[in-house]
């Protein structure tokens, strides 16, 4: 006994849909890490740096997810050199 053959293409769409609603899945719980999604307010991080004394200007603040529980802070400043 034979089958269709219209039953293989639609096994591979069945297949096709199950990987691709997994694949969104994983997306989805996953795209706030993979865009960088702010952590931390750059604003308070601004201010922060800049309230150290010789630091005159901060920009670029970026904060990255590294455990649950802790994450890095990078940006960038500029430093007065007067005493």
């Known amino acids: 006994m034979r089958l269709p053959p219209i039953l293989d293409p639609l096994a591979a ?3 096709i ?3 691709g609603k997994l694949a969104y ?3 989805k719980e996953t795209a ?3 865009s960088d999604h702010a952590l931390v307010d ?3 991080i601004k201010k922060i ?3 150290v004394p010789g630091a005159d200007f901060c920009h670029d603040v970026r904060a990255e997810d ?3 529980t802790s994450f890095l802070i ?3 400043f500029r430093a007065n050199n007067d005493p």
């Open 42 to 44: 750059a604003e308070k």
């Open 17 to 19: 849909f199950f990987i």
């Open 32 to 34: 706030v890490t993979l």
């Open 25 to 27: 899945e994983i997306l």
């Open 74 to 76: 990078s940006t960038f």
């Open 66 to 68: 590294i455990k649950i």
């Open 13 to 15: 769409c069945v297949v």
């Open 49 to 51: 740096v800049e309230s």
